[in-house]
């Protein structure tokens, strides 16, 4: 039976840690529930706030239709009430994300993640007129995410300033790494202040907190949740220097995304943890030996305990 939140205070639930939790799969490439159970209870024993589905590190835009619904229900299920369930629907066009819009409701997610279409150039207009149609498609409310590394559209501070005035549109998850144009997002905060500005860029953590950021986003909290859960508190707390060991600390740890393709490597910190087996979406593969070895050394280095069954 899903489990769906009701009546989510999304102002409190976007102030926090909300994950881009991977989609483990097993052996046979179907979505692995045991494994999901396991990675929803590490972030949000942890203390994360909310758990984003299907994005990239959750491989979205590389699952087929059944794999998609499958992640998000599974995660509903696990989640069972405790934080909200965000479901990305990262697709190139409008019908494909409306249709994952649609697909994702019936699955028991709380809310849509919705960014640029991509593939073919779009100008501004067809962006806002792509996350319209995503926000008309289903009652549930809607992140916007700014990606263009993926996209190669950026999802400009103007557009989001007028799709803000939409209520429906809960804030962002800038992942652009261009920290400018996010102090621009967050002036959008000074028109409405329950907008939420959530960083994605993990270099850019600590920076983004003390400016004003309500939260993150960070592919690494799949690994180290408490990590960036006690760097936003020290960020609420105005503890700059603590944020700065925190983040020296996150810096040393984003080491892993440099151990083969980083979607494998982060897939492979998590099997090191217990959590699902490595495996990611083809065409990738799972990361080979010498790769898990330098990753299992980075989480040990960062005083994560390593499965022994990972050895």
């Keep these: 039976m899903l489990v769906r939140m009701s009546d989510v205070r999304w102002e409190r639930a ?4 909300v994950p881009p939790l991977i989609s483990p799969l097993d052996g046979a490439g179907a979505p ?39 992640v998000v229900r599974q995660a509903a299920r696990a989640a069972a009430g405790r934080a909200p369930v ?3 629907v990262m697709l190139p066009a409008t019908g494909p994300a409306v249709e994952a819009a649609r697909q994702a409701a019936g699955e028991g997610a709380d809310a849509l993640v919705v960014g640029s279409p991509y593939y073919f150039g779009v100008e501004a207009a067809a962006q806002e007129r792509h996350i319209e149609a995503v926000l008309s498609a289903t009652p549930l409310p809607a992140l916007l995410y700014n990606i263009p590394q993926c996209t190669h559209h950026v999802l400009a501070p103007e557009s989001v ?15 652009a790494g261009d920290f400018e144009a996010f102090q621009k997002l ?3 905060k000074q028109e409405r202040a329950d907008f939420r500005v959530l960083q994605g860029h993990e270099s850019l953590g600590a920076a983004s907190l003390l400016q004003g950021g309500d939260g993150m986003v960070p592919g690494l ?14 960020a609420d707390r105005g503890e700059a220097a603590e ?49 898990r070895r330098a990753v299992e050394a980075l989480l040990e ?11």
């Design 14 to 17: 976007l102030h926090g840690i």
């Design 161 to 175: 300033r007028r799709l803000a005035r939409d209520g429906r549109v809960l804030g962002i998850k800038d992942s």
């Design 86 to 88: 965000l479901a990305g």
């Design 221 to 234: 909290a799949n690994v180290a949740p408490a990590l960036f859960v006690a760097l936003l508190a020290a």
């Design 243 to 291: 944020c700065a060991r925190l983040q020296t600390r996150i810096s040393r740890l984003a080491h892993v995304y440099r151990q083969g393709p980083w979607l494998a490597a982060l897939k492979a910190a998590c099997a090191a943890l217990g959590l699902g087996n490595g495996r990611p979406a083809a065409p990738l593969v799972a990361a080979p030996p010498g790769d």
């Design 186 to 188: 967050l002036a959008i």
């Design 32 to 70: 692995d529930a045991g494994a999901m159970a396991a990675l929803v209870e590490h972030v949000v024993g942890a203390g994360c706030s909310g758990l984003f589905m299907l994005g990239g590190c959750g491989e979205g835009a590389w699952l087929t239709p059944a794999q998609r619904g499958a």
């Design 301 to 311: 280095e960062a005083g994560l305990a390593v499965a022994t069954s990972a050895r």
